[in-house]
């Protein structure tokens, strides 16, 4: 706690009494009688001869004073005594200054900050907001507010109960902004004056996540789940029903490019693919196993079941593909597996044992469906020409 400096002085500006701290203040003896404004430091005195003015007019006020050297900052209250005279009330106020002004620096370093900073204080009041802050929510709205209640990774009920890193999903309009949140508590002396949060908006950083995941996952031409999807997704294999491989080959595809071009073969590609999403049923996957290959990953009672899903798939791949003012017919064998066992934590096995059914339908002829066969020798399983 600081002194308080008192001062009363008469109609004549004459000092009538002062208190300790008051003649400490002084720069010059200070006795009752003595004129007021002989003792009265030189940075004072305009401010305080106005405010004392004022106060023999009868209005009081309050008055700020700055020494340069040493920095000391003070504040008066100057008011009205009987008889004309006036009351000078004095506190140094340098700690509560500096304390202020570094506040003010951190809100000035925060202001201008490429991220959006709010300070909420021990009850959720929301203090401040900066500029990136208020042009992120579109005013210096509270952050339970702006969130959405349909926070996708996290709930956020109120500010203060934002983790070290919390992503939300905020709903604007038709569109989703996806804001990541870090939160750090402000001490002050060791005490606990508030939360610091920072917002970043990364939604375009989500959207290129969710394009690169595609990109990994999905085949460019056609659309369809790739082959690394397949092997290593575990969503492929969630349902016990997914019991039935099914591995579809296009026979002579090579002759499609040679004779119409490649481009014709990508179209060719894209209606199968086409076909297959038509094809197959709600939970089920297809996929781009490469080049001309694909492989579906089905739902099965029986191997009969299979076959006859199988060859519904190799009636619908072989109508006419219509590719401009040309024609293409193509068809396919397709090789089948089923399983009563539960799928593993890899399908390449049963892709295999697919793939060899599938090779057996080339050997008989092509344009035929083949359920797996009893296991051969190595001899008899070598595959025939495409």
Not at 53 to 73: I, T
Not at 99 to 111: K, L, P
Not at 125 to 141: H, I, K, M, P, S
Not at 224 to 231: C, G, M, Q, Y
Request: aromatic letters at 6%; a negative charge; one cysteine or more.
């Amino acid at each position: 706690m600081t002194e308080t400096l008192l001062l009363c002085l008469d109609v004549n500006d004459r000092v009538v009494s002062g208190n300790p701290a008051a003649r400490r203040w002084c720069q010059a003896a200070l006795h009752a009688g003595s004129s007021w404004w002989l003792s009265c430091p030189a940075y004072a005195a305009a401010a305080l001869q106005d405010a004392v003015n004022s106060a023999r007019c009868g209005v009081g006020g309050n008055v700020m004073v700055h020494q340069v050297d040493p920095a000391r900052h003070w504040t008066f209250s100057v008011t009205p005594a009987p008889g004309g005279g006036v009351i000078l009330e004095g506190h140094d106020v340098t700690a509560l200054q500096q304390s202020q002004d570094q506040v003010s620096w951190w809100e000035a370093c925060f202001e201008h900050l490429p991220v959006a900073v709010t300070f909420y204080d021990t009850a959720g009041c929301q203090l401040f907001g900066n500029v990136a802050y208020r042009e992120l929510v579109g005013t210096l709205a509270p952050l339970q507010d702006v969130l959405a209640a349909d926070a996708d990774e996290s709930q956020v009920a109120a500010p203060l109960q934002v983790d070290a890193g919390s992503t939300v999903c905020v709903r604007r309009g038709a569109s989703d902004q996806h804001l990541s949140l870090q939160s750090c508590p402000v001490e002050r002396h060791g005490i606990w004056t508030g939360d610091l949060v920072m917002i970043r908006d990364i939604t375009s950083h989500r959207g290129l996540e969710r394009r690169l995941t595609y990109q990994a996952t999905h085949d460019e031409l056609t659309g369809l789940l790739n082959r690394s999807a397949l092997e290593t997704n575990p969503v492929t294999r969630a349902s016990p029903r997914l019991n039935t491989m099914i591995f579809i080959d296009l026979d002579d595809f090579k002759k499609v490019n040679d004779t119409w071009g490649h481009a014709a073969g990508d179209s060719v590609l894209q209606a199968v693919a086409c076909r297959l999403r038509r094809w197959q049923e709600a939970g089920e996957f297809t996929v781009r196993w490469g080049g001309d290959e694909f492989v579906a990953l089905i739902g099965a009672t029986t191997s009969k079941q299979a076959q006859r899903r199988a060859e519904v798939l190799l009636s619908a791949l072989q109508q006419p593909v219509q590719i401009g003012t040309q024609t293409v017919s193509v068809t396919a064998c397709i090789g089948v597996v089923r399983t009563d066992a539960p799928l593993q934590r890899r399908v390449t096995d049963l892709i295999a044992r697919a793939d060899t059914a599938m090779y057996a339908a080339k050997r008989s002829g092509k344009n035929t469906v083949q359920v797996e066969l009893p296991l051969q020798s190595p001899a008899d399983d070598s595959h025939a020409g495409r």
